[in-house]
T-cell receptor, first 111, second 115 residues
């Protein structure tokens, strides 16, 4: 079983399109991370949120605690946004650092 | 500060050999984590240190795996008698603070290939 589910698994978009990646989780969480992973492996933390909404540049992350759902939006997508986007949850009762990761969404933005 | 640093970036080893990876966290970060990621999957938690104390180990961390953080700064992850199933990306992350949830910063990873 995977307690953190992401959709879609793969996403191809044209440059300039608005992109949404979804993440759902099965039990209560303390926080949820959105991460970006480029080819070669390195992971960059984009957001950590436990409620509401956060915005950084063209990236917006939202979370609905009641619905156990989070979304990552990319406005005006660009080919350099091509990467794997991963959500990771810290569950109530889970320990610090014991993140439960989704399998990732592979985004490809075509020029 | 250059972020979380991992060494080596790539390692190819023969089955049965021992390998050791190093992680240097961001300098003021007291927490350090190791994760493993296999192809097409999200990372999986292996172990977690707060300062030099190893506070949690995943069941994924078999007897062949050992991690240390002797002075509460850098950490090493050793795999003894490597198996082909150990081939994966090994990721290190660090964070600062004592609260329940703190933001983690990840290294570039060490990609291990066991042949």
């Amino acid at each position: 079983k995977n307690e953190v589910e992401q959709s879609p698994q793969n996403l191809t978009a044209q440059e300039g399109e608005f992109i949404t990646i979804n993440c759902s989780y099965s039990v209560g969480i303390s926080a949820l991370h959105w991460l970006q992973q480029h080819p070669g492996g390195g992971i960059v933390s984009l957001f950590m949120l436990s409620s509401g909404k956060k915005k950084h540049g063209r990236l917006i992350a939202t979370i609905n605690i009641q619905e156990k759902h989070s979304s990552l939006h990319i406005t005006a997508s660009h080919p350099r946004d091509s990467a794997v986007y991963i959500c990771a949850a810290v569950y109530y009762g889970g320990s610090q650092g014991n993140l439960i990761f989704g399998k990732g969404t592979k985004l490809s933005v075509k020029p | 500060d250059t972020g979380v640093s991992q060494d080596p970036r790539h390692k190819i080893t023969k089955r049965g050999q021992n390998v050791t990876f190093r992680c240097d966290p961001i300098s003021e970060h007291n927490r350090l984590y190791w994760y493993r990621q296999t192809l097409g999957q999200g990372p999986e938690f292996l172990t977690y240190f707060q300062n030099e104390a190893q506070l949690e180990k995943s069941r994924l961390l078999s007897d062949r795996f050992s991690a240390e953080r002797p002075k509460g700064s850098f950490s090493t992850l050793e795999i003894q008698r490597t198996e082909q199933g150990d081939s994966a990306m090994y990721l290190c992350a660090s964070s600062k603070g004592t609260g329940r949830v703190t933001e983690a910063f990840f290294g570039q990873g060490t990609r291990l290939t066991v042949v």
